[in-house]
């Protein structure tokens, strides 16, 4: 019997779309080799679907995902693959304390690591950055994620936000849905590269205004949720994978 028969029709479409997501960062070039991690939650569960360690981000499938406890376990006794426990330190701490985010996607693309590791971080300079200034946060860099007691800090340093800026060390988006937390990685990457562009430039930008950042929120909320953002771009998202290798959902 095949994986997609010994798990709820909830949770294979969970493992779809999450390897959907996983194929989405490298055709972007988000990856880095077999290094960072998109998480979900099974809802009703204290599970985690996480990449398994040693595989490329486009050999990520439905059916090698690997399904984890909160205290990093693997879950299938009979599951072939492993998982990298250091990357999961961060997911652990986020899935702990945002119960309505299923989930949480981490990458180290160079324009996010650039913008965190400036003191300023991100400035109001494009659209893309007020939707992600509107719902941001910092996290200073501790060096490798491996230490439990790191986790507190990561927690009280994310707060609501949906965006968080790992300093000297990446990006973090949440997401009520996988869809919406790949939508939110889009548009705080296109602010970090807009913002290098227009940096090196070396004319003086215009920085937008704190009351435009104030109250883009309740505009970013209709661009992005509902029947529009992540839910309503995640189909077409979804279409793309499929045209370039279907076998993602295998």
């Given at each position: 019997?095949?994986?997609?028969?010994?798990?709820?029709?909830?949770?294979?479409?969970?493992?779809?779309?999450?390897?959907?997501?996983?194929?989405?960062?490298?055709?972007?070039?988000?990856?880095?080799?077999?290094?960072?991690?998109?998480?979900?939650?099974?809802?009703?569960?204290?599970?985690?679907?996480?990449?398994?360690?040693?595989?490329?981000?486009?050999?990520?499938?439905?059916?090698?995902?690997?399904?984890?406890?909160?205290?990093?376990?693997?879950?299938?006794?009979?599951?072939?693959?492993?998982?990298?426990?250091?990357?999961?330190?961060?997911?652990?701490?986020?899935?702990?304390?945002?119960?309505?985010?299923?989930?949480?996607?981490?990458?180290?693309?160079?324009?996010?690591?650039?913008?965190?590791?400036?003191?300023?971080?991100?400035?109001?300079?494009?659209?893309?950055?007020?939707?992600?200034?509107?719902?941001?946060?910092?996290?200073?860099?501790?060096?490798?994620?491996?230490?439990?007691?790191?986790?507190?800090?990561?927690?009280?340093?994310?707060?609501?936000?949906?965006?968080?800026?790992?300093?000297?060390?990446?990006?973090?988006?949440?997401?009520?849905?996988?869809?919406?937390?790949?939508?939110?990685?889009?548009d705080l990457i296109r602010a970090c590269q807009?913002?290098?562009?227009?940096?090196?430039?070396?004319?003086?930008?215009?920085?937008?205004?704190?009351?435009?950042?104030?109250?883009?929120?309740?505009?970013?909320?209709?661009?992005?949720?509902?029947?529009?953002?992540?839910?309503?771009?995640?189909?077409?998202?979804?279409?793309?994978?499929?045209?370039?290798?279907?076998?993602?959902?295998?």
């Amino acid at each position: 019997m095949d994986l997609k028969n010994k798990v709820s029709a909830q949770e294979w479409q969970l493992r779809v779309d999450l390897a959907a997501c996983y194929r989405l960062i490298a055709l972007h070039g988000w990856d880095d080799l077999i290094y960072t991690h998109v998480s979900v939650r099974i809802p009703g569960t204290e599970h985690v679907l996480i990449n398994a360690f040693g595989l490329r981000f486009d050999e990520i499938s439905a059916s090698n995902l690997v399904k984890i406890d909160m205290a990093g376990n693997i879950v299938d006794v009979d599951c072939p693959f492993e998982f990298n426990p250091a990357g999961f330190t961060i997911h652990s701490a986020v899935h702990e304390v945002r119960h309505d985010d299923l989930c949480a996607l981490h990458v180290h693309c160079n324009e996010a690591i650039t913008v965190a590791s400036l003191k300023e971080g991100l400035l109001p300079l494009s659209q893309y950055s007020m939707f992600a200034l509107a719902s941001l946060s910092y996290h200073d860099y501790e060096g490798l994620a491996v230490n439990e007691d790191e986790k507190l800090r990561l927690q009280q340093d994310l707060g609501n936000s949906n965006f968080m800026l790992l300093r000297n060390h990446g990006a973090l988006t949440m997401g009520k849905t996988i869809g919406d937390a790949f939508m939110h990685m889009y548009d705080l990457i296109r602010a970090c590269q807009i913002q290098i562009q227009v940096m090196s430039t070396g004319m003086e930008p215009i920085m937008l205004e704190q009351s435009l950042i104030d109250g883009i929120k309740a505009q970013a909320d209709i661009v992005h949720t509902g029947l529009t953002g992540g839910q309503k771009a995640w189909p077409a998202m979804l279409r793309r994978v499929y045209e370039v290798d279907p076998s993602f959902a295998l």
